[in-house]
């Protein structure tokens, strides 16, 4: 079999075919191409060894980091696990696991191949998304990681028009303001000089306001993707009308990713943010990440009083006094550090963790970051003139 380079068929086409359509029914664009590709590849392998089977059809249909979680699930409820793993699934049940938490893009997949069609009918899609009143409320406050592929592309439209209103910030410098409040002395004595010396018309100058500057870090560990994946569309959203937004990700090191998410279209923009981190999904070192950004970073963005907006859920491996000291270097080199934390989700959340509790006293505020709620509560709280002289830690739930 691995003599012929003709695309096969049968049932090893049909249940590739069929996989490549689930796979787009959860959410992970598969073209032709791909599949046509993955016909040939499978031939070079054992067809008989799962393992390799897994290999070859993820280095074909996973192109981004975020896709490799929900491509695991689809293979593996896709495939059979006994000996005849190879045929296709007629009907997949849900598993019942009540008391386990779904995973990211778990519950997008069981709904993927719960569907009776798979085929692609674009017309019928864009009537799906079209939600009602109810709907759009419930939307509101579902946690992102327990959406569908169809949620999460309404969810992405509504947070692509979302707008960042202009929360101006005064600066220490003037310019010429006929409403002003300070005398203009050097455009007033020139002015008079033109009338023999008598002073008619008094000039005044008035503060510069400017954008805060918006500074975020994001965590990409595997249990923030999800929630980071969707926050990135809406920092990409403000920073066409924002342009001092400066974005870092961080799981077990730090990466600026500034430029790439100012690309045009917000693909392509978060495909390049994707390709520019090596540890997309994998652990956590906050306080490291923290040190790096503070040591290289610090002194080119946290200028002009910039606002901090830190996505994580605090749970540090490596939880020491280095932890606080970083955060309270942070915290002292902004305005105003906000901390979004999806585990506020929960109504009885403690903060028990070590990591978390070590970071908590250095934030003014401690927001939730799940659903579209969460976010719009964040809009209304940066929109919000910037509190000059006070700071004071306020908890918000969503």
């Not at 105003?336 to 009885?348: A, C, S, V």
């Not at 509790?357 to 964040?378: A, T, W, Y």
Request: proline share 5%; hydrophobic share 40%.
């Amino acid at each position: 079999m691995a003599a012929d380079h003709q695309i096969p068929t049968g049932r090893t086409a049909d249940n590739i075919v069929g996989f490549a359509r689930a796979l787009r029914a959860a959410g992970i664009p598969v073209g032709p191409g791909a599949v046509i590709d993955a016909m040939n590849a499978v031939q070079l392998v054992d067809i008989g060894n799962r393992a390799d089977v897994f290999t070859t059809l993820e280095a074909i249909f996973v192109k981004r980091h975020e896709h490799a979680l929900i491509f695991a699930q689809a293979f593996d409820l896709f495939f059979r696990a006994a000996d005849e793993w190879k045929q296709m699934l007629d009907s997949v049940p849900l598993p019942d696991q009540p008391r386990k938490k779904p995973q990211a893009g778990s519950r997008r997949v069981q709904e993927a191949f719960s569907q009776t069609q798979m085929t692609e009918t674009p017309r019928a899609q864009a009537e799906e998304l079209r939600l009602s009143v109810s709907d759009k409320e419930i939307l509101q406050k579902k946690d992102f990681a327990q959406m569908t592929a169809a949620e999460i592309a309404e969810v992405t439209r509504a947070i692509a028009n979302m707008k960042l209103p202009q929360a101006e910030l005064r600066t220490r410098r003037y310019r010429p303001d006929a409403r002003g409040l300070k005398l203009d002395m050097r455009r007033t004595l020139r002015g008079s000089l033109r009338t023999g010396g008598d002073i008619i018309d008094i000039r005044k100058l008035g503060r510069i306001e400017k954008p805060a500057p918006i500074v975020a870090l994001l965590d990409i560990s595997g249990s923030m993707s999800e929630y980071t994946r969707l926050f990135l569309h809406f920092l990409h959203a403000i920073t066409d009308a924002r342009k001092r937004v400066s974005v870092f990700l961080f799981g077990t090191r730090l990466t600026n990713v500034t430029r790439a998410l100012r690309a045009r279209d917000p693909d392509e923009a978060l495909a390049s943010c994707s390709s520019a981190v090596e540890d997309w999904a994998g652990g956590t070192r906050i306080a490291t990440s923290l040190h790096t950004f503070n040591k290289l970073w610090g002194r080119r963005v946290l200028g002009q009083g910039a606002i901090v907006l830190l996505i994580s859920d605090g749970l540090e491996r490596e939880a020491d006094t280095r932890l606080a000291f970083e955060m309270d270097r942070l915290h002292r080199s902004c305005r105003r550090l906000i901390w979004l934390n999806p585990l506020l989700r929960y109504g009885g959340f403690e903060p028990k963790a070590q990591g978390i509790k070590m970071m908590l006293p250095h934030v003014d505020e401690f927001r939730p970051v799940h659903n579209l709620k969460s976010i719009e509560g964040l809009i209304e709280a940066l929109s919000a003139m910037p509190q000059l002289h006070h700071r004071s830690l306020t908890r918000s739930a969503a």
